[in-house]
């Protein structure tokens, strides 16, 4: 019997760590948007805030006031980004870390995805501010999507031959 269950199954390692980060992301969007009422802060150091704020927009609500056509657009996008990347992770010869790097980008898309689906818009609740200089709200499928395009920035400085090599 191999050491962890998950080794011989990476497929379904994989579907269950997106499974759980989505979740993740989806409650905690859930809880702040219903015990913080929708465009207040709450104040939990002097440089971090827990808000409730909609972005009808991308990154750094980009787009946030097209109109209207943007939901569309951005579902699209979503769809684009995840789908793509859902049968890359589940193909035969995906390395591990390119498996961990792509849950991360399907838990992020798909929970603001599911965002834009539902509700028109994604549900920020995490304000970090220094001062009266605010870096624009975000959830944790923003800090899923950042940290694998930080793996993969990474990734891309390393030698082929290393990211392509599996464990025995």
């Known amino acids: 019997m191999s050491a962890t269950p998950w080794r011989g199954r990476p497929r379904l390692a994989w579907?269950?760590?997106?499974?759980?980060?989505?979740?993740?992301?989806?409650l905690s969007k859930a809880w702040f948007a219903s015990t913080i009422a929708l465009g207040t802060a709450v104040e939990v150091t002097s440089w971090f805030n827990?808000?409730?704020?909609?972005?009808?927009?991308?990154?750094?609500?980009?787009?946030?006031d097209a109109g209207g056509w943007q939901r569309v657009f951005f579902i699209v996008i979503g769809f684009v980004v995840v789908v793509p990347i859902t049968f890359f992770c589940l193909a035969r010869q995906v390395a591990p870390i390119e498996r961990v790097v792509g849950a991360l980008i399907v838990?992020?898309?798909?929970?603001?995805?599911?965002?834009r689906i539902a509700n028109g818009a994604v549900t920020d609740f995490l304000d970090l501010h220094w001062r009266s200089l605010h870096w624009p709200a975000f959830n944790l499928a923003d800090v899923f999507i950042v940290i694998a395009a930080a793996v993969w920035i990474w990734l891309s400085f390393r030698p082929v031959a290393s990211r392509t090599e599996s464990p025995t």
């Open 107 to 115: 838990a992020g898309g798909g929970g603001n995805l599911i965002d």
């Open 50 to 64: 827990l808000v409730h704020v909609l972005n009808t927009g991308a990154a750094f609500s980009l787009l946030a």
């Open 15 to 26: 579907l269950t760590a997106v499974a759980i980060l989505l979740a993740f992301d989806q």
